[in-house]
T-cell receptor
Framework: AQKITQTQPGMFVQEKEAVTLDCTYD???????LFWYKQPSSGEMIFLIY??????QNATEGRYSLNFQKARKSANLVISASQLGDSAMYFC????????????FGQGTELSVKP | DAGVIQSPRHEVTEMGQEVTLRCKPI?????LFWYRQTMMRGLELLIY????????DSGMPEDRFSAKMPNASFSTLKIQPSEPRDSAVYFC??????????????FGPGTRLTVL
């Protein structure tokens, strides 16, 4: 079974609008972390935001927030006030405590911001 | 502060040749990871080290791949002999400690390998 599922291969959003990128995960480990990374066309992997399984509040980092719904096993990334520079691939990833340090990645969502 | 450093950034080689990819983790980080990214398989972990010791190499495709970490500031990923299907972007990442779920992995810029 897929551990991390990103169901949106591609998304479009108008500049200055908000957009939600979906991510669902599957784990039986009670202790895990969820991460979002951005990969622009230049290829580097840029860390955006982290959510721990025991965190009570949703994580936020500037224009990025993570809509964490533990019971539904979803960890959607919300980008507010989209900018042209937000156009990139976005990857959701999970790390389970019983799996040590390894990150498992979803297939990614390609976001295009339209002017 | 310097991030994770990888070299070379691009490598083009012919089938059968040996390829060595290099990585310098962020100073003070105790864990190092090698990932491979392809269109077909996405991002997948190949191997990771804690305190220079290989912990999980279950992602290494086959015996042609080997990785070493002789000290805390240097790691290599070697492919011998290389094959066209090894063409991919290889990322190195490091984190302060591999065991804590909160530790973020910081990625290097990647090495784009093309095997002709």
């Amino acid at each position: 079974a897929q551990k991390i599922t990103q169901t949106q291969p591609g998304m479009f959003v108008q500049e200055k609008e908000a957009v939600t990128l979906d991510c669902t995960y599957d784990t039986s480990d009670p202790s895990y972390g969820l991460f979002w990374y951005k990969q622009p066309s230049s290829g580097e992997m840029i860390f955006l935001i982290y959510q721990g399984s025991y965190d009570q509040q949703n994580a936020t980092e500037g224009r990025y927030s993570l809509n964490f719904q533990k019971a539904r096993k979803s960890a959607n990334l919300v980008i507010s006030a989209s900018q042209l520079g937000d156009s990139a691939m976005y990857f959701c990833a999970m790390r389970e405590r019983n799996q040590g340090g390894k990150l498992i990645f979803g297939q990614g969502t390609e976001l295009s911001v339209k002017p | 502060d310097a991030g994770v450093i990888q070299s070379p950034r691009h490598e083009v080689t012919e089938m059968g040749q040996e390829v060595t990819l290099r990585c310098k983790p962020i100073s003070g980080h105790n864990s190092l990871f090698w990932y491979r990214q392809t269109m077909m398989r996405g991002l997948e972990l190949l191997i990771y080290f804690n305190n220079n010791v290989p912990i999980d190499d279950s992602g290494m495709p086959e015996d042609r791949f080997s990785a070493k970490m002789p000290n805390a500031s240097f790691s290599t990923l070697k492919i011998q002999p290389s094959e066209p299907r090894d063409s991919a972007v290889y990322f190195c990442a490091s984190t302060p400690s591999g065991n804590r779920g909160t530790d973020t992995q910081y990625f290097g810029p990647g090495t784009r390998l093309t095997v002709l």
